[in-house]
DNA sequence: GCCAACGTTGGC
DNA sequence: GCCAACGTTGGC
């Protein structure tokens, strides 16, 4: 059982959007990078919780839990020419990339906003920290899990 | 809107 | 294989 976080704009995707989505569960497409790709290829597995992180907005913040609902397959957006996600240097019978479905556990009562995380000693290794960090999807360690979950219950 | 950090591209 | 140029991310 692994942890993740996966950050959306709110203003492309939030997790209200998410909770309309039929059954609450989605495809994760547009991942364009090969170790957001990877990790969603390699190591996620159907059952893994992840914290859904709102990101480039006013308060950037954890605002909630999703879990992997599917194994990573063929992103279709990108063989679409209508999609912002389009590759077309992607090859039809080599799929550079790939997708999960997520599907909504819980919204957050209290968001965790990027400013408190900071402030947290036991969270000061989180990559989501360092800086430069631009990675869509970053694995978390169980405690760090814990420290986050808890303070959306505090 | 600014800018630092970083990934990708492409010429050589 | 190097590296400069460029595009994107994302906090502030």
Redesign the pocket.
Known sequence: MNYWLM???PDAFSINDLIDCENQIEPWD?I????ARNMMRDQMKIGDLAFF?????KV?AVVGVMKVHSEAYTDPTQFDPESKYY?P?SPPDNPRWQLVDMEFVEKFDRPVP??TL?TIAELSEMK?L???????ILPITASEWEVIYNLSKA
Do not use: I, V
């Not at 364009?32 to 170790?35: A, E, F, K, L, S």
């Open positions: 950050k959306s704009e547009g364009r990078n090969y170790q992180y709102h990101s480039s907005c950037p590759d240097k990027l400013s900071r989501l360092k800086k430069g960090n631009r990675l869509s």
